[in-house]
């Protein structure tokens, strides 16, 4: 179990706890000022994102005291974890709305609309959260409904979901102060912030899923479609027996190898169930 899981779920998944969608926690004053200054000065992420490019040339004493600092503060503040479709399932049985937003990532790294975000509440409409968003003045807000939120039946965000996993994009679940949970998104290396913090700049912003991937022997015909989908370089090929491998060390458990695999040959398993993973996050 992840470090939330202990904090902020008594021992079970965080991220499938109800209450850390309620409403109550937006009451919060400090919750709410944050969340308005996310999503009003999209800015500030591209001027993170560029000092952790800096500080990962840094010399490694500096590193050593600095990242683990910084990471301990976005803990508080604005901390994801990766899972796969069958948790997101999970989530979406008991939240009562979902909204698709265009992804802030996207916006500021490709300056184009891409819907890859959706805000979850417990809320019988769409929820606090999304009112404040639905209130800040952005003109990357600007989809198919003029307010730039979709309302999507649960079934509807699913398929949509469903989709993103076959473009090889990775689940994760978003707090905006811990414990409370608000977003759900679609994330790849080439253009999302919190992927190239954690996994190329070694500052990492999420934790990897409560899960790893073991592939049949078997099964496998060494096609390497895994390969080329997998976010995380965690699959090789070896050229001796034909097939490919998951490297558990580097497996971040999001599943979109499995979605891509044709033979059936990749599942996932609870980290906690392989030795050698169980306590890499
Ligand atoms: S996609 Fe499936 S069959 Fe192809 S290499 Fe990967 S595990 Fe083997
Ligand atoms: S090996 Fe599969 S489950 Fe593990 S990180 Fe890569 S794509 Fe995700």
Redesign the pocket.
């Known amino acids: 179990m992840c470090e939330f899981c202990h904090k902020h779920g008594e021992g079970k998944k965080w991220y499938l706890q109800a209450e850390n969608y309620s409403e109550d926690l937006m009451s919060d004053l400090k919750r709410r000022k944050m969340i308005t200054d996310f999503f009003a000065n999209p800015g500030e992420l591209r001027e993170l994102t560029d000092k952790l490019l800096g500080l990962s040339k840094a010399p490694g004493f500096v590193r050593s005291v600095l990242v683990p600092y910084m990471v301990g503060r976005q803990k508080k503040v604005h901390y994801g974890q990766v899972l796969p479709i069958e948790d997101v399932e999970e989530i979406f049985g008991f939240v009562t709305s979902v909204v698709r937003l265009p992804c802030l990532c996207r916006h500021i790294f490709l300056g184009t609309e891409q819907r890859f975000c959706y805000g979850v509440s417990m809320a019988p409409q769409e929820g606090e959260m999304l009112k404040i968003i639905r209130e800040i003045d952005m003109d990357y807000l600007t989809g198919p409904d003029t307010s730039g939120l979709e309302a999507l039946t649960k079934e509807e965000a699913l398929e949509s979901l469903r989709q993103h996993e076959q473009e090889g994009l ?1 689940h994760t679940v978003w707090t905006f102060m811990a414990p409370f949970t608000g977003g759900i998104c679609n994330c790849d290396r080439s253009d999302c912030g919190a992927m190239q913090a954690t996994v190329t700049y070694g500052f990492p912003v999420m934790f990897r899923a409560e899960y ?2 073991e592939m049949d022997q078997e099964l496998c015909n060494g096609c390497r479609q ?1 390969m080329r ?4 370089g ?2 090789g090929y070896s050229a001796a027996n034909k097939k490919v491998f ?1 490297d558990p060390l ?9 979605a891509s695999c044709t033979k059936d040959a ?1 599942h ?1 398993h609870d980290r906690a169930g392989v030795p050698v993973a169980a306590n890499l996050w």
């Open positions: 990775c790893v991937a895994c989908v997998c976010q995380f965690a699959i998951i580097r497996c971040y458990g999001c599943g979109i190898c499995r990749i996932l």
